[in-house]
């Protein structure tokens, strides 16, 4: 009678750690914003930019962030307070992260405090998938999969300052990658919008690009764009 009892606890115990195990691998996220950025147009407008400690990037998109995000368009923010950004954990990744992650923010700086608020903003809303070092890992290697500038180049768009079509730029896109891109704008000093940001969609394993559930509602570019050289 006791060991059946003792049995019945041990199932019940059970029961409730596979439970808790479901909740704590619960997706808080339906899938992510994986946003590149062009130098050229972070350092075309009014505001400018300030090169990083380490030096002038290369004139390639560079990774701005991976962005946990609902399909209704929201978006969890500074999801865990406990788990701050550490540098040690990615010490490995440092020489590609100033590569593919440059900052231009002013003032100049190394990467750590854009590194951090993109881990601490958007990153701590993913950790029921990756954790720090996995997170930016994810984000080189997503980098890696998807050759923007050159997709561009083959459709004959290059950052020499002229002015190409939005359309064109999202075929070109969509033609290399398989999927269409959500394309973000900015300004120049006078007034002319230009080829800013590009959002890719990822599903919530961080591993496969997929076709964007919903695109960031904000305003349009024009129908031609700019695409200033870096
Ligand atoms: P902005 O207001 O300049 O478009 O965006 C400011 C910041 O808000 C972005 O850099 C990003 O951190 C966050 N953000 C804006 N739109 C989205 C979105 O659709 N999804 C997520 N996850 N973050 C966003
Ligand atoms: P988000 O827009 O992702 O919320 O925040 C971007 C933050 O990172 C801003 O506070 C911005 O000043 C800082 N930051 C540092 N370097 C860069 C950069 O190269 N590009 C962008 N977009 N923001 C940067």
Same mark, same amino acid.
């Given at each position: 009678?006791? /060991?059946?009892?003792?049995f019945? @606890?041990?199932? %019940?115990?059970?029961?409730? %750690?596979?439970?808790? /195990?479901? +909740?704590?691998?619960?997706?808080?996220?339906?899938?992510?914003?994986?946003?590149?950025?062009?130098?050229?147009?972070?350092c075309?407008t009014?505001?400018?930019c300030?090169?990083? =400690? =380490?030096?002038?990037?290369?004139?390639?998109?560079?990774?701005?962030? +991976?962005?946990? &995000?609902?399909?209704?368009?929201?978006?969890?923010?500074?999801?865990?307070?406990?788990?701050?950004?550490?540098?040690?954990?990615? /010490?490995?990744?440092?020489?590609?992260?100033?590569? &593919?992650?440059?900052?231009?923010?002013?003032?100049?700086? !190394?990467? @750590?405090?854009f590194?951090?608020?993109?881990? $601490?903003?958007?990153?701590?809303?993913s $950790? /029921?998938?990756?954790?720090?070092?996995q997170?930016?890992?994810?984000? +080189? !290697?997503?980098?890696?999969?998807?050759? +923007?500038?050159?997709?561009?180049?083959?459709?004959?768009?290059?950052?020499? *300052?002229?002015?190409?079509?939005?359309?064109? %730029? #999202?075929?070109? @896109? #969509? $033609?290399?990658s398989?999927?269409?891109?959500?394309?973000?704008? &900015?300004?120049? $000093?006078s007034?002319?919008?230009?080829?800013?940001?590009i959002?890719?969609?990822?599903? =919530?394993?961080?591993? &496969?690009f @997929? !076709?964007?559930?919903v695109?960031?509602? *904000?305003k #349009?570019?024009?129908?031609?764009i700019?695409?200033?050289?870096?």
């Amino acid at each position: 009678m006791e /060991s059946k009892r003792q049995f019945s @606890i041990i199932l %019940i115990k059970l029961f409730f %750690i596979q439970y808790l /195990s479901v +909740l704590c691998a619960a997706r808080n996220f339906d899938f992510f914003y994986f946003v590149l950025q062009w130098p050229g147009s972070y350092c075309d407008t009014a505001k400018s930019c300030c090169y990083p =400690t =380490t030096g002038k990037p290369a004139a390639d998109f560079g990774i701005h962030g +991976l962005w946990p &995000n609902y399909n209704d368009g929201s978006y969890p923010s500074n999801c865990d307070p406990n788990a701050p950004f550490d540098q040690s954990q990615i /010490s490995d990744l440092r020489s590609s992260m100033q590569k &593919n992650w440059p900052t231009l923010a002013c003032p100049s700086g !190394n990467g @750590i405090t854009f590194w951090s608020h993109e881990w $601490e903003k958007h990153g701590t809303c993913s $950790e /029921s998938v990756l954790n720090q070092h996995q997170y930016f890992q994810t984000a +080189l !290697n997503l980098k890696n999969q998807i050759h +923007l500038l050159q997709a561009l180049r083959t459709a004959g768009i290059v950052p020499d *300052g002229s002015s190409y079509s939005l359309e064109s %730029i #999202k075929d070109a @896109i #969509k $033609e290399a990658s398989g999927f269409s891109p959500w394309i973000e704008c &900015n300004v120049d $000093e006078s007034g002319n919008s230009q080829l800013y940001q590009i959002y890719l969609c990822v599903d =919530t394993s961080a591993s &496969n690009f @997929i !076709n964007c559930p919903v695109f960031p509602n *904000g305003k #349009k570019c024009g129908s031609q764009i700019e695409f200033p050289p870096f």
